[in-house]
Antibody, heavy 120, light 111 residues
């Protein structure tokens, strides 16, 4: 059974960089069949796709966040990571990592989510 | 404003059927059969209920079904049960650079 688990600081100061890691267990992050995504959800609001990475290292980002986002992968640790720079209160949200099936834009496994609050 | 349009809320009584609509454009829902639906209970991660318009992942009840007509996709839940009360989100492949778009979500209340 594949499991994803987010980890990282729950509180980030404005203008700093939010950093989260997603650890994948029960399956290999190196599989050619999947993309690995970050999705966020502000309290009481809908889902927003942040970006994704493929095992080749190829990335795609939401244009609205592209200038501030970096997603990377560490195959030796079966992990992928998110960095979001210059954060503001608007970046406060629950952040999820998720597995996307082969470019078909549906996510079959999700992490439990981690709340990141941007506040001084 | 979400790229896909869903009703904010729907409701139904136990045993009834309800349908949630998800309207997009020819750049997403209309031209591609990569529409999916997610169920989200409070404080929980979304759960995939339907993918590729009408396919159910293993373990998802056959009370959940999906369809599409033109630019609008639909999720139907038959034989409503109390545990179906949740938020439901649609999403779709899109040719825009956002790669995937979500609906704003629909709150289902089981009366």
């Amino acid at each position: 059974q594949v499991q994803l688990q987010e980890s990282g600081p729950g509180l980030v100061k404005p203008s700093q960089t939010l950093s989260l890691t997603c650890t994948v267990s029960g399956g290999s992050i190196s599989s050619v069949s999947y993309y690995w995504s970050w999705i966020r959800q502000p309290a009481g609001k809908g889902l927003e796709w942040i970006g994704r990475i493929y095992i080749s290292g190829s990335t795609n980002y939401n244009p609205s966040l592209k200038s501030r986002v970096t997603i990377s992968v560490d195959t030796s640790k079966n992990q992928f990571s998110l960095k979001l720079s210059s954060v503001t209160a608007a970046d406060t949200a629950v952040y999820y990592c998720a597995r996307e099936i082969g470019g078909r834009r549906h996510f079959d496994y999700w992490g439990q989510g981690t709340l990141v609050t941007v506040s001084s | 404003q979400s790229a896909l349009t869903q009703p904010a809320s729907v409701s139904g009584s136990p045993g009834q059927s309800i349908t949630i609509s998800c309207t997009g454009t020819s750049s997403d829902v209309g031209d591609y059969n990569y529409v999916s639906w997610y169920q989200q209970h409070p404080g929980k991660a979304p759960k995939l209920m339907i993918y590729d318009v009408s396919n159910r992942p293993s373990g998802v009840s056959n009370r959940f079904s999906g369809s599409k007509s033109g630019n609008t996709a639909s999720l139907t839940i038959s034989g409503l049960q109390a545990e179906d009360e949740a938020d439901y989100y649609c999403s779709s492949y899109t040719t825009s650079s956002t790669h995937v778009v979500f609906g704003g979500g629909t709150k289902l209340t089981v009366l």
